[in-house]
């Protein structure tokens, strides 16, 4: 079955810097990527998705970029805010209809 | 939450005793998913549900069973919980083609 990889597995950036978190995915048949965000006490949220047809998407702040051919995509934050700071999970799948694998997580801190 | 709560949001039960963790929707959505986080293994699939009667295991799903009698209810029971059975659970519904989206979850604890 799927198996993903998540790194780093913690994070620290001062406020106004980058941050970028990399999975790597097992099964070359995958085709949906999302990316969620974990507030404390809350259940994940989705921020971004991209699907394989795509190689990278933007949404304001936040980027996906997906390598087919090496199997990984990553997550890019821009201008990161205090309020960034959270656990981020990526996942994969087969297909929208196959259930999510998700990488271990990546706790973020934005340093003020 | 996408119309999802579940309930009750934090648990303490004793080794031996079955406990019963209730998802429910507003959305109408055919999928259903129960999901365990804890530390150092994100989050992982313990069963889900792709319609009424319908369902089938995750990663994760000894020592768990599902029902699914109504589109609405998605029940996870631990027959006879175990202290590694303690965690955080997380019910997550999606439509056809469509982003999951979570609930709150239960936080469990197994003494």
């Known amino acids: 079955g799927e198996n993903v990889e998540q790194h780093p597995s913690t994070l620290s950036v001062q406020e106004g810097d980058s941050a970028v978190i990399k999975c790597t995915y097992s099964?070359?048949?995958?085709?949906?990527f999302p990316w969620y965000k974990q507030e404390l006490g809350k259940g994940p949220q989705l921020i971004i998705d991209?699907?394989?047809?795509?190689g990278e998407k933007k949404d304001q702040r936040i980027a996906v970029t997906l390598n087919k051919t090496a199997k990984h995509f990553s997550l890019h934050i821009t201008e990161t805010q205090p309020e960034d700071s959270a656990v981020y999970f990526c996942a994969a799948s087969l297909s929208g209809n196959t259930p999510l694998v998700f990488g271990k997580g990546t706790r973020l801190s934005v340093i003020a | 939450d996408a119309g999802i709560t579940q309930s009750p949001r934090h648990k303490v039960t004793e080794t031996g005793t079955p406990v019963t963790l209730r998802c429910h929707q507003t959305?109408?959505?055919?999928?259903m998913y129960w999901y365990r986080q804890d530390p150092g293994h994100g989050l992982r699939l313990i069963h889900y549900?792709?319609?009424?009667?319908?369902?089938d295991k995750g990663e994760v799903s000894d020592g768990y069973s599902v029902s699914r009698s109504k589109t609405e209810d998605f029940l996870l029971t631990l027959e006879s919980a175990t202290s590694s059975q303690t965690s955080v659970y997380f019910c997550?519904?999606?439509?056809?083609?469509?982003?999951?989206?979570f609930g709150n979850g239960t936080r469990l604890t197994v003494t």
């Open positions: 997550a519904i999606r439509a056809e083609i469509s982003p999951l989206h």
């Open positions: 959305e109408n959505h055919r999928y």
């Open positions: 099964d070359s048949a995958s085709n949906y």
């Open positions: 991209i699907r394989s047809n795509v």
């Open positions: 549900s792709y319609g009424v009667k319908d369902t």
